[in-house]
Protein backbone atom coordinates (compact mmCIF):
# COMPACT_ATOMS: atom_id res chain seq x y z
CA UNK A 1 0.00 0.00 0.00
CA UNK A 2 1.41 3.60 -0.81
CA UNK A 3 1.54 4.62 2.92
CA UNK A 4 0.82 8.36 2.99
CA UNK A 5 3.50 9.99 5.57
CA UNK A 6 2.58 11.97 8.81
CA UNK A 7 5.23 14.14 8.57
CA UNK A 8 7.48 15.26 5.84
CA UNK A 9 11.58 15.96 6.02
CA UNK A 10 12.25 19.66 4.91
CA UNK A 11 15.37 20.45 3.33
CA UNK A 12 16.56 21.91 6.25
CA UNK A 13 15.25 18.81 8.08
CA UNK A 14 13.05 20.28 10.22
CA UNK A 15 9.85 17.94 10.29
CA UNK A 16 6.43 19.71 9.64
CA UNK A 17 3.28 18.00 9.95
CA UNK A 18 2.17 16.72 6.21
CA UNK A 19 -1.40 17.70 6.51
CA UNK A 20 -1.94 21.69 7.76
CA UNK A 21 -4.83 23.80 8.69
CA UNK A 22 -5.63 26.18 6.11
CA UNK A 23 -7.27 29.61 7.57
CA UNK A 24 -7.64 31.80 4.08
CA UNK A 25 -11.16 33.52 4.28
CA UNK A 26 -11.72 32.73 7.72
CA UNK A 27 -13.16 36.05 9.39
CA UNK A 28 -10.96 37.37 12.26
CA UNK A 29 -12.68 37.49 15.54
CA UNK A 30 -14.75 34.26 16.50
CA UNK A 31 -15.23 32.75 13.81
CA UNK A 32 -11.11 32.07 13.64
CA UNK A 33 -10.57 31.67 16.92
CA UNK A 34 -13.27 28.64 16.77
CA UNK A 35 -12.16 27.09 14.02
CA UNK A 36 -8.34 26.76 15.32
CA UNK A 37 -9.91 25.84 18.56
CA UNK A 38 -11.50 22.92 16.33
CA UNK A 39 -8.83 21.81 14.58
CA UNK A 40 -6.20 21.59 17.78
CA UNK A 41 -8.74 19.37 19.62
CA UNK A 42 -9.26 17.03 16.26
CA UNK A 43 -5.18 16.72 16.15
CA UNK A 44 -4.28 18.98 13.64
CA UNK A 45 -0.64 21.14 14.95
CA UNK A 46 0.02 22.88 11.51
CA UNK A 47 -1.31 25.68 11.39
CA UNK A 48 -0.94 28.42 8.26
CA UNK A 49 -2.10 31.64 8.00
CA UNK A 50 -0.76 35.30 6.44
CA UNK A 51 -0.20 38.46 7.57
CA UNK A 52 -3.44 39.78 5.06
CA UNK A 53 -5.78 36.88 5.81
CA UNK A 54 -6.06 39.53 8.74
CA UNK A 55 -6.95 36.92 11.34
CA UNK A 56 -3.31 36.45 13.22
CA UNK A 57 -4.52 37.76 16.87
CA UNK A 58 -7.51 35.23 16.62
CA UNK A 59 -5.27 32.78 15.84
CA UNK A 60 -2.81 33.90 18.76
CA UNK A 61 -5.72 33.97 21.19
CA UNK A 62 -7.15 30.22 19.67
CA UNK A 63 -3.67 28.52 20.60
CA UNK A 64 -3.04 30.57 23.87
CA UNK A 65 -6.37 29.41 24.86
CA UNK A 66 -6.08 25.48 23.45
CA UNK A 67 -3.35 24.98 26.38
CA UNK A 68 -1.57 22.81 23.21
CA UNK A 69 2.26 23.48 23.87
CA UNK A 70 4.20 26.33 21.66
CA UNK A 71 6.64 23.40 21.12
CA UNK A 72 3.96 20.64 19.91
CA UNK A 73 3.21 23.08 17.24
CA UNK A 74 3.88 23.96 13.27
CA UNK A 75 3.19 27.40 12.92
CA UNK A 76 3.55 29.95 9.11
CA UNK A 77 2.40 32.84 8.33
CA UNK A 78 2.96 34.83 5.33
CA UNK A 79 4.88 38.33 4.15
CA UNK A 80 2.40 40.78 2.46
CA UNK A 81 2.78 42.48 -0.79
CA UNK A 82 3.52 45.89 0.63
CA UNK A 83 6.06 45.19 3.05
CA UNK A 84 8.34 43.31 0.78
CA UNK A 85 12.06 44.84 1.28
CA UNK A 86 14.27 44.35 3.76
CA UNK A 87 13.64 46.35 6.17
CA UNK A 88 10.18 46.01 6.00
CA UNK A 89 10.11 42.53 5.84
CA UNK A 90 11.86 42.70 8.93
CA UNK A 91 9.20 44.38 10.84
CA UNK A 92 6.72 42.62 9.34
CA UNK A 93 7.64 39.64 10.74
CA UNK A 94 7.66 41.01 14.43
CA UNK A 95 4.04 42.52 13.72
CA UNK A 96 2.86 38.95 13.18
CA UNK A 97 4.69 37.86 15.93
CA UNK A 98 3.20 40.26 18.37
CA UNK A 99 -0.16 39.14 16.94
CA UNK A 100 0.18 35.71 17.07
CA UNK A 101 2.01 35.95 20.65
CA UNK A 102 5.17 34.09 19.99
CA UNK A 103 8.63 34.86 19.85
CA UNK A 104 9.25 32.26 16.86
CA UNK A 105 7.88 31.48 13.84
CA UNK A 106 8.07 27.54 12.19
CA UNK A 107 7.91 28.46 8.86
CA UNK A 108 7.86 32.13 7.29
CA UNK A 109 6.79 32.65 3.25
CA UNK A 110 6.99 35.66 0.53
CA UNK A 111 3.09 35.32 0.09
CA UNK A 112 3.42 36.32 -3.72
CA UNK A 113 6.67 37.29 -5.95
CA UNK A 114 6.76 40.75 -7.21
CA UNK A 115 5.94 40.68 -10.92
CA UNK A 116 7.17 41.98 -14.36
CA UNK A 117 4.02 43.15 -14.45
CA UNK A 118 3.96 45.45 -11.96
CA UNK A 119 7.69 45.97 -11.37
CA UNK A 120 11.03 46.59 -14.04
CA UNK A 121 13.04 45.59 -10.65
CA UNK A 122 11.05 42.38 -9.79
CA UNK A 123 13.94 40.53 -9.44
CA UNK A 124 15.38 42.76 -7.53
CA UNK A 125 12.85 43.22 -5.25
CA UNK A 126 12.06 39.73 -4.60
CA UNK A 127 15.95 39.31 -4.02
CA UNK A 128 16.18 42.02 -1.36
CA UNK A 129 13.18 40.06 0.73
CA UNK A 130 14.27 36.49 0.33
CA UNK A 131 17.72 38.24 2.02
CA UNK A 132 15.75 39.73 4.84
CA UNK A 133 14.16 35.92 5.42
CA UNK A 134 17.51 34.78 5.54
CA UNK A 135 18.64 37.23 7.87
CA UNK A 136 15.85 35.43 10.35
CA UNK A 137 16.55 32.33 9.98
CA UNK A 138 20.33 33.07 11.06
CA UNK A 139 18.95 34.85 14.05
CA UNK A 140 16.74 32.20 14.86
CA UNK A 141 13.40 33.68 14.99
CA UNK A 142 11.96 31.60 12.10
CA UNK A 143 12.82 27.49 11.89
CA UNK A 144 12.79 27.49 8.07
CA UNK A 145 11.88 29.87 5.29
CA UNK A 146 10.26 29.72 2.06
CA UNK A 147 7.69 31.28 -1.07
CA UNK A 148 4.46 31.17 -2.14
CA UNK A 149 2.98 31.45 -5.88
CA UNK A 150 6.40 31.25 -7.41
CA UNK A 151 6.25 30.40 -10.40
CA UNK A 152 9.54 29.14 -12.29
CA UNK A 153 11.09 31.93 -13.76
CA UNK A 154 10.64 33.34 -9.71
CA UNK A 155 11.98 30.59 -8.54
CA UNK A 156 15.05 31.00 -10.18
CA UNK A 157 15.35 34.46 -10.06
CA UNK A 158 15.00 33.96 -6.43
CA UNK A 159 17.99 31.16 -6.63
CA UNK A 160 20.48 33.15 -8.46
CA UNK A 161 21.01 35.18 -5.65
CA UNK A 162 19.98 33.46 -2.11
CA UNK A 163 22.41 32.04 0.38
CA UNK A 164 19.54 29.49 1.41
CA UNK A 165 17.37 27.44 -0.60
CA UNK A 166 13.82 27.64 0.17
CA UNK A 167 11.92 24.88 1.89
CA UNK A 168 8.66 25.26 0.35
CA UNK A 169 6.66 26.76 -2.17
CA UNK A 170 3.01 27.15 -1.56
CA UNK A 171 1.07 27.46 -4.56
CA UNK A 172 -2.52 26.32 -5.56
CA UNK A 173 -2.76 22.78 -6.43
CA UNK A 174 -6.02 20.92 -7.01
CA UNK A 175 -7.24 18.48 -9.35
CA UNK A 176 -6.92 19.97 -12.26
CA UNK A 177 -4.27 22.33 -11.85
CA UNK A 178 -1.26 20.25 -11.23
CA UNK A 179 1.52 22.93 -11.36
CA UNK A 180 3.61 20.10 -13.58
CA UNK A 181 6.53 22.66 -14.36
CA UNK A 182 6.52 24.37 -11.06
CA UNK A 183 6.18 20.75 -9.05
CA UNK A 184 8.79 19.36 -11.29
CA UNK A 185 11.54 22.48 -10.78
CA UNK A 186 10.61 22.39 -7.09
CA UNK A 187 11.09 18.66 -7.05
CA UNK A 188 14.56 19.03 -8.62
CA UNK A 189 15.83 21.56 -5.42
CA UNK A 190 14.34 19.26 -3.11
CA UNK A 191 11.47 22.08 -2.29
CA UNK A 192 8.50 20.89 -0.52
CA UNK A 193 5.18 21.76 -2.63
CA UNK A 194 2.08 23.11 -0.29
CA UNK A 195 -1.06 22.69 -2.05
CA UNK A 196 -3.62 25.76 -0.74
CA UNK A 197 -6.50 25.57 -1.83
CA UNK A 198 -6.85 22.13 -1.90
CA UNK A 199 -10.27 21.61 -2.73
CA UNK A 200 -9.97 24.44 -5.50
CA UNK A 201 -12.20 26.77 -3.29
CA UNK A 202 -14.65 24.65 -2.33
CA UNK A 203 -15.39 24.20 -6.32
CA UNK A 204 -14.17 20.29 -6.54
CA UNK A 205 -16.82 19.26 -3.69
CA UNK A 206 -19.44 19.50 -6.37
CA UNK A 207 -17.45 17.61 -9.20
CA UNK A 208 -19.23 14.48 -10.18
CA UNK A 209 -16.31 12.51 -11.20
CA UNK A 210 -14.70 13.22 -7.88
CA UNK A 211 -17.88 12.45 -6.58
CA UNK A 212 -18.05 8.89 -8.05
CA UNK A 213 -14.42 7.64 -6.84
CA UNK A 214 -14.91 9.45 -3.41
CA UNK A 215 -17.88 6.67 -3.14
CA UNK A 216 -15.81 4.23 -4.13
CA UNK A 217 -14.06 4.20 -1.59
CA UNK A 218 -16.73 5.30 0.92
CA UNK A 219 -15.03 8.71 1.65
CA UNK A 220 -16.07 12.36 1.06
CA UNK A 221 -14.60 14.28 -1.97
CA UNK A 222 -12.48 16.77 0.16
CA UNK A 223 -11.13 13.48 1.93
CA UNK A 224 -10.23 12.29 -1.79
CA UNK A 225 -8.54 15.29 -3.01
CA UNK A 226 -6.49 15.25 0.50
CA UNK A 227 -5.15 11.85 0.16
CA UNK A 228 -4.49 12.31 -3.68
CA UNK A 229 -2.34 15.31 -2.45
CA UNK A 230 -0.46 12.74 0.03
CA UNK A 231 0.27 10.66 -3.06
CA UNK A 232 1.76 13.32 -4.61
CA UNK A 233 4.14 14.16 -2.14
CA UNK A 234 2.34 17.39 -1.40
CA UNK A 235 1.56 19.15 1.87
CA UNK A 236 -2.23 19.89 1.97
CA UNK A 237 -3.65 22.74 3.65
CA UNK A 238 -7.63 22.14 3.87
CA UNK A 239 -9.58 25.00 5.21
CA UNK A 240 -13.02 24.95 7.35
CA UNK A 241 -14.88 26.01 9.77
CA UNK A 242 -17.32 23.34 10.55
CA UNK A 243 -16.02 21.17 13.06
CA UNK A 244 -17.39 17.76 11.62
CA UNK A 245 -15.48 18.57 8.65
CA UNK A 246 -12.38 19.92 9.72
CA UNK A 247 -12.08 16.61 11.80
CA UNK A 248 -12.84 14.48 8.64
CA UNK A 249 -10.41 16.07 6.49
CA UNK A 250 -7.67 14.39 8.67
CA UNK A 251 -9.04 11.23 8.23
CA UNK A 252 -6.77 9.96 4.59
CA UNK A 253 -4.65 7.73 6.33
CA UNK A 254 -7.09 4.10 6.12
CA UNK A 255 -7.20 4.32 2.44
CA UNK A 256 -5.64 4.42 -0.96
CA UNK A 257 -6.70 5.76 -4.07
CA UNK A 258 -5.73 3.17 -7.20
CA UNK A 259 -3.24 3.92 -9.66
CA UNK A 260 -5.69 4.14 -11.97
CA UNK A 261 -7.88 6.44 -10.50
CA UNK A 262 -5.23 8.32 -9.33
CA UNK A 263 -4.29 8.98 -13.54
CA UNK A 264 -8.10 9.80 -13.71
CA UNK A 265 -7.93 12.31 -11.30
CA UNK A 266 -4.51 13.79 -12.68
CA UNK A 267 -6.03 13.82 -16.41
CA UNK A 268 -9.07 16.07 -14.94
CA UNK A 269 -9.48 19.21 -17.15
CA UNK A 270 -9.31 22.89 -15.49
CA UNK A 271 -12.72 22.66 -13.19
CA UNK A 272 -12.27 25.67 -11.32
CA UNK A 273 -10.09 27.05 -8.81
CA UNK A 274 -9.44 31.01 -7.81
CA UNK A 275 -8.63 32.17 -10.90
CA UNK A 276 -5.89 33.70 -9.83
CA UNK A 277 -2.05 34.09 -11.89
CA UNK A 278 1.33 35.47 -10.28
CA UNK A 279 1.98 36.92 -13.38
CA UNK A 280 -1.13 38.88 -13.79
CA UNK A 281 -1.95 40.02 -9.68
CA UNK A 282 -1.98 43.56 -9.69
CA UNK A 283 -2.06 43.54 -5.89
Not at 24 to 47: C, D
Not at 158 to 182: C, D, R, S, Y
Not at 233 to 252: A, F
Amino acid sequence: MHIAVKNYTLNNNIEIPAIGFGTWQTPNGETAVQAVKSALEAGYLHIDTAAVYGNEKSIGTAIAESKVPRESLFLTSKLWNTERGFESTLKAFDRTLRDLQTDYLDLYLIHWPANARQFNNWEEINAETWRALEQLYKTGKVKAIGLSNFLPHHLEAILKTAEIIPVINQVEFHPGMLQQETAALCKKHNILIEAWSPLGTGKMLTNEILGEIAARYAKSVAQLCIRWCLQHGVLPLPKSITPTRISHNLEVYDFEITQEDMAVIDGMPYIGGSGLNPDEVDF
